[in-house]
Each structure stands twice: as structure tokens, then as C-alpha cells.
């Protein structure tokens, strides 16, 4: 069986950039619902610690996917012979890397692909989280212009 293996010198680096993501996107939504604390913060402000907040985790299950592709030519039959049907483990022609969705792809002679290594609820939690933030901010933004417009008509009105 012929893989297409990443090496560790291409997943370090993803590892290394996505828990610098989490770990910064985190601190940053945590101090700033700390600063006034959450009751006393404003709901754009709540808005942009959830979404830092949604992304930092989205970036740990990145990296918690990345971490599984890190296998030796072994590893990656082992996990091939697990994912397929045992009728067809016999006919395993290749195994290839996916960064996006994360995934180890097992493929079978007659065009059949399985995936393996990569634990089942990475990708749709990856998928869920990304999308939190990604609404949350939008939320964060609109909220941001509609106070600032309302804080002009206040002025104006003055």
C-alpha cells in the first residue's frame, strides 16, 4: 500500500501556529470579559469574547485532528485495516492526507475511499466552532455599528 504521509516537519508548524491561535484568541476573550467583569461588559463586548472564545477552540480541535496525522508507514496501515470493511482490507491501495477536512483517507482498489486516524467528531466540531465565531463576530460588528450610530444620534440631537 502506497501512502502519502505528512512529516512531522509540515505538522509542527500547524501545531505550533494554531495553539499560538488558541492560546492568544483565548487570553484575549477571557481579559476582556475579566476587565469589567461579564455582567458589567457590553453585549459587543460579550459578543467579541465569544467569538475569540470560539476560536480558540475551533483552533485546539485543529490542532487535536493535526496531531493524528503524525503516523509512521505502520500506523497508517493499521489504521487503514481498522477503518475499511474486513472484506476489503485485502484490496487497500493507498492512503493520502486531507489538512481540510482533517482526515487520513484509506483508499480501496475500485475507487472507495474511508477515513481514518482522525477521531469522528473533529471535523463537525471544527465545523460548528468555526462557524460560532464567525457569527459571533459578525454579531459583534453590527452590534459595534449600531451603538456607535445611536451614540452620533445622540450627539446630533444634543
Not at 8 to 22: D, E, K, Y
Not at 121 to 140: C, D, K, R, S
Amino acid at each position: 500500500m502506497h501512502s502519502d504521509q505528512p512529516s512531522p516537519a509540515m505538522i509542527l508548524p500547524i501545531v505550533l501556529v494554531g495553539l499560538i491561535v488558541a492560546v492568544t484568541s483565548a487570553v484575549y476573550g477571557a481579559s476582556s470579559l475579566a476587565r469589567n467583569g461579564i455582567r458589567r461588559t457590553d453585549l459587543g463586548g460579550r459578543l467579541r469574547a465569544g467569538a475569540a472564545l470560539a476560536g480558540a477552540a475551533a483552533a485546539l480541535m485543529y490542532v487535536w485532528g493535526a496531531v493524528h496525522l503524525v503516523r509512521d508507514e505502520t500506523m497508517t496501515n493499521q489504521a487503514c485495516r481498522d477503518a475499511v470493511p474486513a472484506d476489503q482490507a485485502a484490496h487497500l491501495s493507498g492512503a493520502d492526507v486531507s489538512l481540510l477536512p482533517v482526515r487520513l483517507n484509506c483508499h480501496v482498489t475500485g475507487g472507495g475511499s474511508y477515513a481514518a486516524a482522525v477521531p469522528g467528531y473533529v471535523n463537525p466540531a471544527l465545523l460548528g466552532l468555526a462557524l460560532a465565531a464567525v457569527v459571533l463576530g459578525v454579531f459583534a460588528a453590527l452590534e459595534s455599528e449600531r451603538r456607535a450610530r445611536d451614540d452620533f444620534t445622540k450627539r446630533e440631537a444634543s
